[in-house]
């Protein structure tokens, strides 16, 4: 509990060492949720034995929260927000809106290359990229200067690609990862296929769209039954 939930919760019998909700359901129904300690006292000698006992005050469970939203629907609209998504992403790719050049950067900004194998691994193609970013022996260094030099030109998209299939965060047959490295298809394309086979999914980027919500409520009762955010 900080400092401010502590003002803010202390006239209800809360301690400062108490653990109270932080976000969501938890946050707005915590003083429901939280029930009341229990306590018993005892009066000790000057060895640290118990001489005297008080009665034990019960602790009280909190009380049951029922939401109204249905699970079903919940993963359904979570599932369709994301179909949704992606079906523009891959639309936007396939017009040129979004160029490979922009959609390589957003995978490298999101994390997708993990620096960690790119340190360790001694195949040859992330020794020579170690090697042209001067050997930086720190991940969080390592994945500045990747992206930075990606950004300047100094890695090749084609690199890229090769290195996230290579650290298995993408899969293929070696026949496609053949065509790859010989340039017979387009980086374009290739990413185009991972989307289409959701390897990319929009949560892996910071493209436009990559996020939303979804929202519904029974429209006789007002209850909530769908809160969807992506």
Known sequence: ????????????GYESTDIVGKTG?????????SGKDGSSRAKVDVNGRAVEITPAVKSTDGENIYLTLDASLQEKAYNSLENTLLSVLISKTERGEISVRDFLVSLLGCGNVDCGKLLADNDPLSFEIRKR?????DESLLEEALFNAFEKGEITQREILELLFNQGRFTADEQFRDKIKSGKISMKS?????????QILPKDTNLDPCQGSVFAADANTGEVLICVSY
């Open 1 to 12: 509990i900080s400092d401010a939930e502590y003002q803010k919760y202390k006239s209800l």
């Open 25 to 33: 359901i938890e946050k707005a129904f915590e003083p429901n949720l």
């Open 133 to 137: 970013l001067g050997n930086p022996d």
């Open 190 to 198: 290739v990413l185009l296929q991972l989307m289409r086979e959701r």
